[in-house]
């Protein structure tokens, strides 16, 4: 690919990443590559069948637009599936689990404070024996994209299947959900079933796209079956139980009654130690391959949005320095990274703190903002908290609802407009709502 496609192409996903916001970004375009450009048609790649076809399902159009401000002759985008080279997991019977990546183990996953306690549990877990009493279960790790929640399921998958006589089966929600269809398809859905059950640690990747009743329904079923018989079972979402909309409130307290771990963001000595140890990883294959600390440092100080970015840094001036037979400089370095380093991600806004916050602001408790009383000192603030978590936040507004003491949506939007229309010709409510804003920015 040549230079003017790479700068193009990272225009393309500004454009896109301004137009989705940054969450629906890095849930769905993060791992979106640039294959080719020909004419008038774009090929993009996406690691999976399941983005695929949620990015054809919901996005075909928004990245269309995005090429054609910077290529109006584009006129087709080509979306496929990567097949990355990776070795099988360690034989399973009926039900295959998803492909495992040789290098995401515990030896090359770097501990810092951000993930302590997350590596700590993940191990215990590897460590376990058959027929061990199992400590917390389930074990549910959640953390933004690219924080090592992967790297540390394939890794428990890798230590626990490795010598033991234990059975780990690792499996991406989108795999349990294709699995489970196929298996309905072709009858043999009962087999799946027992296969599932007759292994001794379950590891789900990605719960968060977990979708469809009857899916959810199984995923529920075999989720009780494991728990209930004392087998392990590790999960990793993007979000905490309690977030998790579209699962049902059984499934969801089930979940979130083992041990509940978040991973942080990536300090600057944790990210300084995966740059490290991404290069050792390269010096293997490359002897000749080498990144100066000066170069590491600074990396490590500017690309601080995630994992996957520091990875794809160490590649590129691999890749860089290999083809141009030329030593890493820090120069060079700037060059190659430029757009790897992001702004600071906006913070994140949880509806709890919006109820904290607008309950102060208003004199009220939260839990009147979570009541069912109709007097106007209360109705108001909730209305505006209400406003707030549709207008700071990703979340629905049945899942609004439900966190403000089981609401319906209608009541939800109704809220919703009536702050819209009063904020318009209001002047002291709308600075009222822009100083609740500013609050919760900060
Ligand atoms: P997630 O699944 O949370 O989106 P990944 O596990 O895929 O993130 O991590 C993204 C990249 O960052 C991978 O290359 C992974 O090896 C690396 N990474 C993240 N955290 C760590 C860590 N603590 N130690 C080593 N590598 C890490
Ligand atoms: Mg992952």
């Not at 707030?388 to 319906?408: C, N, Q, V």
């Amino acid at each position: 690919m040549t230079n003017t496609e790479q700068d193009r192409w990272s225009r393309v996903k500004g454009r896109l990443r301004s137009s989705v916001g940054e969450d629906v970004y890095t849930s769905w375009f993060a791992r979106m590559d640039l294959e080719s450009v020909q004419e008038e048609s774009v090929r993009l790649s996406v690691p999976t069948r399941f983005l695929k076809s949620w990015i054809q399902a919901h996005y075909a159009e928004r990245v269309l637009t995005c090429w054609q401000a910077e290529m109006p002759e584009v006129h087709r985008i080509d979306l496929t599936v990567r097949t990355a080279m990776r070795c099988a997991a360690p034989a399973k019977e009926a039900l295959g689990g998803s492909p495992l990546d040789p290098r995401l183990t515990f030896g090359s996953f770097v501990i810092g404070r951000s993930n302590t306690l997350a590596h700590a549990a993940a191990r215990q877990v590897a460590e376990g024996r058959r027929g061990d009493s199992v400590m917390f279960n389930p074990l549910y790790i959640h953390a933004g994209v690219g924080l090592g929640k992967t790297h540390l399921l394939q890794a428990v998958t890798w230590a626990g299947n490795s010598g033991s006589e234990r059975k780990v089966l690792y499996l991406t929600a989108e795999k349990f959900m294709y699995g489970f269809v196929a298996a309905l398809k072709t009858q043999t859905a009962l087999a799946f079933k027992e296969a599932l059950r007759g292994i001794d640690v379950l590891v789900i990747d990605d719960l968060q796209f977990l979708q469809g009743k009857s899916t959810q329904a199984e995923f529920c079923h075999t989720l009780n079956a494991l728990i209930d018989a004392g087998r392990q079972v590790v999960i990793a979402a993007d979000r905490p139980p309690s977030d998790l909309e579209s699962l049902d409130d059984r499934v969801r307290s089930r979940l979130a009654g083992g041990l509940v771990v978040e991973m942080g963001s990536l300090g600057e000595e944790l990210r300084l130690g995966i740059l490290k140890s991404r290069v050792a990883a390269a010096r293997a294959h490359h002897a000749s391959f080498d990144v100066p600390a000066p170069v590491l440092d600074y990396l490590a100080r500017t690309i601080t949005h995630n994992g996957r970015d520091l990875e794809g840094a160490i590649n590129r001036l691999l890749a860089h320095s290999k083809l141009n037979a030329q030593p890493v400089t820090l120069e060079m370095a700037e060059r190659e990274v430029r757009d790897l380093i992001r702004p600071q991600e906006p913070k994140r806004i949880k509806i709890e703190d919006i109820q904290r916050v607008v309950a102060r602001q208003y004199n009220v408790s939260r839990s009147d903002l979570l009541s069912s009383r109709r007097t106007a000192n209360v109705v108001r603030p909730r209305q505006v908290a209400m406003y707030l978590a549709k207008t700071l936040t990703l979340r629905s507004l049945p899942e609004i609802g439900r966190r403000f003491g089981g609401r319906d949506h209608t009541t939800v939007l109704h809220a919703v407009r009536k702050i819209e229309a009063l904020v318009a010709k209001d002047a002291a409510l709308c600075e009222e709502v822009e100083s609740l804003k500013r609050q919760l920015q900060e």
